[in-house]
Nanobody, 129 residues
C-alpha cells in the first residue's frame, strides 16, 4: 500500500503561482511513477503531468506545458507540481497518483488514470479572473 496526501491548493488570481505537494508513505516510493491529474466540475479527470520513477523523465499535457513543472524529492518521498501563470481554466481538484512501473524501464509512464494504483484525496485549486 502507498498512501498519498496532497497539499498546497488554494485560491489565486490569474497569473499567480502555487506549488502542490504529494507526500507518500508506505511501500518504496521509488518503485512508482507519479502523475498529477485534475478534474474540473462536470468534466472528466485529465492528465496534467507525470514523472518517471527514476525522476529522469518528465511529461506534460499540452495545456500546462511551459507553465507547470513536476519534480520529486526521493529523500522526502514527495512529488511537487509547481504551477505558474495560472489561468481560470486551471481551476480543478488536483490529484496525485502512483503507478508501479517496476516492470518497465525507469523512464516509463502512462497518462491513463486507470493505470494508477494509488490516489490521494485531492486538493482544490481555484484561479480567479
Amino acid at each position: 500500500q502507498v498512501q498519498l496526501v496532497e497539499s498546497g491548493g488554494g485560491l489565486v488570481q490569474a497569473g499567480g503561482s502555487l506549488r502542490l505537494s504529494c507526500a507518500a508513505s508506505g511501500r518504496t516510493f521509488s518503485n512508482y511513477a507519479v502523475g498529477w491529474f485534475r478534474q474540473a466540475p462536470g468534466k472528466e479527470r485529465e492528465f496534467a503531468a507525470a514523472i518517471s520513477r527514476n525522476g529522469f523523465a518528465l511529461y506534460y499535457a499540452d495545456s500546462v506545458k511551459g507553465r507547470f513543472t513536476i519534480s520529486r524529492d526521493s529523500a522526502k518521498n514527495t512529488v511537487y507540481l509547481q504551477m505558474i501563470s495560472l489561468k481560470p481554466e486551471d481551476t480543478a481538484v488536483y490529484y496525485c497518483a502512483a503507478d508501479d512501473t517496476t516492470a518497465y524501464s525507469g523512464n516509463f509512464y502512462r497518462p491513463n488514470p486507470s493505470a494508477y494504483d494509488y490516489w490521494g484525496q485531492g486538493t482544490q485549486v481555484t484561479v480567479s479572473s
